[in-house]
């Protein structure tokens, strides 16, 4: 079977996937972190150094944006292409001045206080055990550190537009989002499936912005599927 890539988001580690890497215990899991440079070309490079020579690539918000940025790098490196909650557009003006914003407070100390304050009521659907995963996002921020924060914002702002990017996807691919995700909304999605020939959308109630969190049965069987058609191309 095809060796599996998991690109954690902004803020997050393998936490993020943890129903998933348990779900797939027969096939060979790595969770890269992106973390380690400020710039999507630089990310892009370390995950791909240390992964295997052909794999199948999924991504979740950041992680989907390094999975582009992948993509364009390394595209015969890469099986299949799993797209989660992500953006391929470059940063919009009025989003990076936010995010400035967001890290002249991470400098002055206030990490805790931005992800609740301005992360996470953007972050999931309305559930039974928001609350759960709300601590969970917490505790990967704390985990990380400002300096994470701060890479991360760098790279983000400065990311490249990767929509024709995706117009060269020829490896199966899964275009997959929470219906209630407000930072990554479903139509930005669906103009993403669009851009990848034969690429399958997949849209699951009652999630957000985090739905391998949300609702993990959903995203697992959805990524179980999309790994079959990896497996038999």
Same mark, same amino acid.
């Given at each position: 079977?095809?060796?599996?890539?998991l690109l954690?988001?902004?803020?997050?580690?393998?936490?993020?996937?943890? =129903?998933?890497?348990?779900?797939? /215990?027969? !096939?060979? $899991?790595? $969770?890269?972190?992106?973390?380690?440079?400020?710039?999507?070309? &630089?990310?892009?490079?370390?995950?791909?150094?240390?992964? =295997? *020579?052909?794999?199948?690539?999924?991504?979740?918000?950041?992680?989907?944006?390094?999975?582009?940025?992948?993509?364009?790098?390394?595209?015969?490196?890469?099986?299949?292409?799993?797209?989660?909650?992500?953006? =391929?557009?470059?940063?919009?003006?009025? $989003?990076?001045?936010?995010?400035?914003?967001?890290m002249a407070?991470?400098?002055?100390?206030?990490?805790? &206080?931005?992800? +609740?304050?301005?992360?996470?009521?953007?972050?999931?659907?309305?559930?039974?055990?928001?609350?759960?995963?709300?601590?969970?996002?917490?505790?990967?921020?704390?985990?990380? @550190?400002?300096?994470?924060?701060?890479?991360?914002?760098?790279?983000?702002?400065?990311?490249?537009? +990767?929509?024709?990017?995706?117009?060269?996807?020829?490896?199966?691919?899964?275009?997959?989002?929470?219906?209630?995700?407000?930072?990554? *909304?479903?139509? +930005?999605?669906?103009?993403?499936?669009?851009?990848?020939? @034969?690429?399958?959308?997949?849209?699951?109630?009652?999630?957000?912005?985090?739905?391998?969190?949300?609702?993990?049965?959903?995203?697992?069987?959805?990524?179980?599927? /999309?790994?079959? !058609?990896?497996?038999?191309?």
């Open positions: 079977m095809m060796p599996l890539v954690p988001g902004m803020m997050c580690d393998a936490r993020l996937f943890a =129903p998933q890497i348990a779900a797939l /215990w027969d !096939r060979a $899991v790595q $969770v890269s972190p992106i973390t380690g440079a400020d710039t999507t070309a &630089a990310l892009a490079q370390a995950v791909l150094a240390a992964a =295997p *020579p052909l794999f199948a690539l999924a991504g979740l918000s950041m992680g989907g944006i390094v999975a582009m940025e992948m993509r364009a790098i390394a595209p015969d490196r890469i099986a299949g292409l799993c797209l989660m909650d992500t953006n =391929p557009k470059a940063e919009h003006p009025k $989003v990076a001045e936010a995010r400035e914003a967001q407070r991470i400098r002055r100390g206030e990490l805790r &206080a931005v992800m +609740r304050d301005e992360m996470k009521p953007n972050y999931l659907a309305d559930g039974p055990g928001r609350e759960g995963i709300l601590e969970t996002v917490m505790h990967m921020a704390e985990t990380l @550190g400002p300096d994470v924060f701060l890479r991360q914002s760098r790279a983000l702002m400065t990311r490249a537009d +990767r929509q024709e990017t995706l117009r060269g996807v020829t490896a199966p691919a899964l275009v997959l989002c929470g219906r209630e995700d407000r930072l990554c *909304p479903v139509h +930005r999605h669906e103009s993403m499936a669009e851009l990848i020939p @034969g690429a399958e959308l997949r849209i699951l109630n009652n999630a957000g912005h985090l739905p391998t969190l949300e609702q993990p049965g959903a995203t697992t069987l959805a990524l179980r599927q /999309w790994l079959a !058609r990896v497996d038999d191309a």
